[in-house]
């Protein structure tokens, strides 16, 4: 269990009454903008597992995660708040010339009984945990759908029968994803997570990533570049260590309370040596 309401001041959300379709929308608008996508505990060397409870008690604590923590938390949220939630194994296809399909490198959420006029079947797909994603629940119905200035897709999964793809704005950080139709347990994503939070090939080892969505667009920061998509579109570079450090808390809402003044000399030295390296490849 978890303490919801403390969860629900992190996000700066107020729900009253049984499940609706308004507040599944209003949930997932404030998870997206207050609870940002991320991995400096990879870079700051302190190991996590998938395990929901400590999820979701490290984002009450002002920080945030990647898929694995983000849907396993607000799966958590969502079922303490009486919706009908399933977890599924998810795929992302980073690039066009990438495979389709669900291998388990994804957590994907779907709720259901809910239905809308848009959406009589009454199930819908959400997700906290794709970074530069949609920001309002999608409808598992098939169509094209635009959020602010991204244009979405939602159709039948080629790759897994009785699954749902989702095609990503040409501007998103990543091609699709694709999720199979049956319930996926939060263990069984345990090896996945191992591997992408420790091996060299995985790219959360080798990008230091923060990301947050809001109606008009997304904020991305890869390493010391700060991109923003959207509704205007910038890119600048973090130069200073004490830039990079106010940076996380104005624009991701992520001031690092719970890390120690040696941790975060130790993360910038990190950081300044990995984007001194890209820059040479470069």
Request: with cysteine; net charge negative; aromatic share 10%.
């Amino acid at each position: 269990m978890t303490d919801v309401t403390a969860y629900l001041r992190r996000i700066g959300a107020k729900v009253d009454g049984p499940p609706s379709v308004e507040s599944l929308h209003l949930l997932h608008r404030a998870h997206m903008e207050r609870v940002p996508y991320e991995c400096l505990e990879i870079w700051l060397g302190r190991p996590t597992t998938v395990d929901p409870v400590e999820s979701a008690a490290r984002i009450i604590g002002g920080r945030g995660g990647y898929c694995f923590h983000l849907n396993g938390a607000f799966s958590l949220l969502l079922e303490a708040l009486g919706y009908q939630v399933t977890r599924h194994f998810g795929g992302p296809q980073h690039t066009a010339g990438d495979p389709a399909g669900a291998d388990g490198g994804h957590l994907s959420l779907t709720v259901s009984g809910l239905p809308s006029e848009d959406n009589p079947g009454g199930r819908w797909m959400v997700d906290q945990g794709l970074g530069d994603g949609f920001h309002d629940p999608l409808p598992l119905v098939e169509g094209v759908y635009r959020q602010g200035p991204f244009t979405y897709g939602v159709r039948p999964s080629q790759a897994e029968p009785g699954g749902w793809r989702f095609d990503h704005d040409p501007r998103g950080t990543f091609f699709g994803l694709d999720f199979r139709a049956e319930r996926a347990e939060m263990q069984a994503f345990a090896a996945t997570h191992e591997r992408l939070s420790t091996s060299p090939e995985s790219g959360f080892v080798r990008v230091a990533t923060v990301q947050r969505r809001d109606a008009g667009g997304v904020d991305i920061l890869r390493g010391l570049v700060l991109t923003r998509l959207g509704d205007r579109e910038h890119t600048m570079t973090v130069e200073t260590e004490r830039d990079y450090f106010e940076l996380l808390a104005d624009v991701f809402g992520m001031p690092l309370d719970d890390v120690t003044p040696a941790e975060r000399a130790k993360l910038w030295r990190r950081l300044w040596s990995a984007h001194e390296r890209w820059s040479v490849r470069r």
